[in-house]
């Protein structure tokens, strides 16, 4: 369709005096859908050619500008790629899930695939007759909430990818609730950008109506832009050294996934067989913060790394995320230009131009659709599932502040910090301890007992006073040296261990 100017035609004078007469001096550029029913029963259902360019060319602008013949092809097209993407997501996720491998992200991108496939084939058959403002509406729709999906999906990879840098504060409940609110936020930013792409078409508008309608259009461009911008910050901040805290934390890795290549599946029922050994497991292994699969790591894996994984390293992923936001980028800034002129059709500037909006939506999701697949982001950015709940309702027995001798090397808590501090007090009073008593009994096993002879054994005594009894030197008892050993060791105080002198020394604790 050809730019209209701004003469005065026979088009200018009818809706003039449509919106004038019949509509209250409706603002031009509203209520196409009754504008197009009007017209109808005026002219029947062959509306004149100038009557529709008119109206089409005193619309609000659109991201692509209004499609006409040259649009078929090209929306066709993009519509069988995105169908071919889809059918390649669902065979992956088809795969992963015969081998219990739960990647749900998938989903989200067959149902974008689904949305753009859509969005196209009813671009190309708005295209044939541009008086089907409904069906464009929903084609315009399904263009333009894709891009919103993508940028979630993205913002869930880059969650994970900074939960696996930063443990300690990935699985924090702070930000977690600040994560659940910006998801919320943006079921919202959808239900208000459909809506204010909706009403300026279906009913006549004021002239203010329209313009607060059109600043609504103008803040949802912008908090798209924002909500992309959040999977930029999240990974510079995955960029950041971990903190001592997140080297600390036991973290819960996919150690069964050995490769991230392009053809690569894991294992069938690996990931149930991985829980099953949580059985018998202690808590803080059950409980560990679940993070995505990588080789070089800087905290405690509940499980030793196999040889045979491979270098998974996430340079690539970060790479991934970040090309990928920056073309979703692209899109979502060139429409907010286009937004924000808010011209008339006719009046559309270089932003508006249906090449450069098939460059950004089609092709620029294109390649991100296969650097998702190619780049296996299923595998990346697969995290562990819960665990089940019989595993996760097991109870230790006898829990203490020590650890199992499969925990830690050095034997503290390093995911407990509070308890990190007390064991080493407590290790550091052992072993003073054991090396007094080993000195002790160095000093019992020494052959020169006469140097505790003039040791009076009475002042040791504090029973009831007792009388002093002399006995001849043919009725002293004689002592050998283990009960010496056993008067020197024995405590200034009664205990429960204390026995008569004539038992059993089988039975005594301090048998030599």
Known sequence: MSQANDAYTASTGLLNLITT?????????????????????????????????????????????????DDL????????????????????????????????????WIVYCIMKVIGFALRADWAKDITQINKGLAGEVFLIVPVIIIVSANLI???????????????????????????????????VTILASFVPYLNYLSWQSYRNWIKTVQFTAIMVIVYSLTSVALIGLSFWLPTSKDEKLYTYQPWWIESFAPFYFVKKNAAQEAEQTFMKRNSNHRHATRVIAATHHHYHSVKGLNNKRG????SVSMGLLIITTLLILIAAIGRCIV?????????????????????????????????YIVGRVDLRFYRPD????????????????????????????????????????RLAMEQKYNQQHHDEESAFDDDHTDDYDDINSEEWDFGAPKEKISTSSDEQIPFNNNEKKDQKTKLPYPTSHDKDLHFNDAESEFNF
Request: charged share 15%.
């Open 73 to 108: 092809a090209p929306s066709i097209a993009f519509a069988a790629i995105f169908g071919i993407l889809m059918i390649i997501h669902v065979i992956i996720f088809a795969i992963n899930t015969s081998r219990g491998h739960y990647f749900y992200i998938s989903l989200v």
């Open 386 to 425: 819960v665990l089940p709940e019989a595993v996760r309702a097991i109870i230790t027995a006898e829990q203490t502040y020590y650890p199992s001798s499969d925990e830690e090397e050095d034997g503290f808590h390093r995911d407990r910090p509070e308890t990190y501090a007390k064991l080493q007090e």
């Open 21 to 69: 007469s019949l509509f209250n001096g409706a603002a031009e550029g509203t209520g196409a859908v009754k504008l197009v029913s009007l017209a109808r029963n005026l002219f029947g259902q062959n509306i004149p050619p100038a009557v529709v360019a008119y109206v089409v060319s005193i619309q609000n602008n659109l991201f692509g500008s209004y499609p006409n013949s």
């Open 157 to 191: 990879l880059a969650q994970r990818l900074f939960t696996w840098r930063h443990p300690v504060g990935g699985s924090r409940k702070l930000f977690w609730a600040f994560m659940i609110i910006l998801y919320a936020f943006v079921v919202i930013l959808i239900a």
């Open 311 to 314: 270098d998974l390293t996430h």
């Open 339 to 371: 937004v924000f002129q808010a011209r008339q059709d006719r009046y559309r500037g270089g932003a508006a131009n249906k090449y450069f909006m098939y460059v950004v939506w089609g092709v620029f999701e294109a390649i991100i659709n296969i650097l």
